[in-house]
């Protein structure tokens, strides 16, 4: 079956970094558009960074130019680099897939960006 495997959160001061990892299995990967989104308390969850099987990339408007996200087909893996963190990228990231239609998602990963 499908599974996403989120790692790599945690507290970190505002302007600092941080690399999330998505662990994958159960489906053809290196196919598989990945994406990323995040859910902050008392806000609608929202698409933070997309990657396709070819590696094309796409960006909210929120992170461009701080966050970066990629792919290592080999390890069945995808990443989020978030650099130049704010305290609003307070969040739950979640990894998501779509397979056959269906939306996969992760169990998420927290993220709190404080002093």
């Known amino acids: 079956q499908v599974q996403l495997v989120e790692s790599g959160g945690g507290l970190v001061q505002p302007g600092g970094s941080l690399t999330l990892s998505c662990a994958a299995s159960?489906?053809?990967?290196?196919?598989?558009?990945m994406s990323w989104h995040r859910q902050a308390p008392g806000k609608e969850r929202e698409m933070v960074a997309r990657?396709?099987?070819?590696?094309?990339?796409d960006y909210a408007d929120s992170v461009k130019g701080r966050f970066a996200i990629s792919r290592d087909n080999a390890k069945n893996t995808v990443y989020l680099q978030l650099n130049s963190l704010k305290p609003e990228d307070t969040a739950i990231y979640y990894c998501?897939?779509?397979?056959?239609?269906?939306?996969?998602w992760g169990q998420g990963t927290q993220v709190t960006v404080s002093s």
């Open positions: 159960g489906f053809t990967f290196s196919t598989s558009g």
């Open positions: 990657i396709s099987k070819t590696s094309t990339t």
């Open positions: 998501t897939t779509t397979v056959r239609w269906y939306a996969y």
